[in-house]
């Protein structure tokens, strides 16, 4: 997004309680990723709209959008999944502190493995914010457990514009740009979903679920 357009959305977006600036600056003093406020702004305001009642996250890191999707709507149960065990550490931490762990439980491990033992379980809305070289795989194992009606979010998916620009010359960024670029064609021709890439942030998939009519049968 243009650099004027973004710093001018920035100074529209609402004063925050001082635990999201102490959480914001606890990852940036740590170095750990969390979501663009822009981007993180327009996935609250969808869990405000479509009010989830059940939501699961891949990749928790600290807790920051867990925390903040559960401020969009305090109703919810969330349920994240956290590979590193310090950051699964420090965001059962955070929780805790918060007193929100009756509301956002924390899952320790690879999501590919714990994906698997959530057989069963439904979920309104899916976000996925991990290992992007891995969001298909992601994606696969997590869309059967979306809800009739739900849908899935994908982080990133514009990646700092190396999924549109092939002449920008980082190698590491253009292979991870590879394989986002990969999984938005995958994505966007996905016969069971809708989705729509949103510019906000560092590009947002919407992914909706389609419904599908059951087919009538005449005697």
Do not use: C
């Not at 979306?146 to 700092?160: E, I, M, P, Q, S």
Request: proline content about 4%; overall charge negative; cysteine-free.
């Amino acid at each position: 997004m243009d650099e004027t357009l973004t710093d001018y959305l920035m100074q529209t977006l609402p004063a925050e309680e001082n635990w999201v600036h102490e959480l914001e600056q606890t990852a940036g003093k740590d170095g750990v990723p969390i979501m663009d406020p822009l981007g993180m702004h327009f996935v609250m305001q969808l869990i405000r709209l479509t009010k989830p009642q059940r939501i699961l996250e891949i990749g928790t890191a600290i807790g920051y959008s867990a925390l903040r999707m559960l401020q969009a709507n305090p109703e919810a149960t969330i349920v994240t999944i956290e590979k590193d065990e310090q950051r699964y550490n420090q965001a059962d931490r955070i929780i805790r502190d918060a007193a929100k762990q009756d509301h956002i439980q924390i899952i320790h491990g690879d999501a590919i493995d714990k994906l698997q033992i959530l057989t069963g379980s439904t979920f309104d809305v899916v976000l996925i914010d991990a290992a992007k070289g891995k969001y298909q795989r992601f994606f696969e194992l997590s869309s059967p457990l979306v809800a009739k009606g739900g849908f899935v979010l994908t982080d990133n998916v514009l990646f700092k514009g190396y999924v549109a620009d092939k002449e920008k010359t980082h190698p590491r960024y253009q292979k991870i740009a590879r394989k986002i670029r990969a999984y938005n064609d995958w994505l966007v021709n996905h016969p069971d979903f809708t989705t729509t890439i949103v510019p906000i942030g560092d590009g947002i998939a919407i992914s909706k679920k389609t419904e599908r009519k059951e087919s009538s049968s005449h005697a």
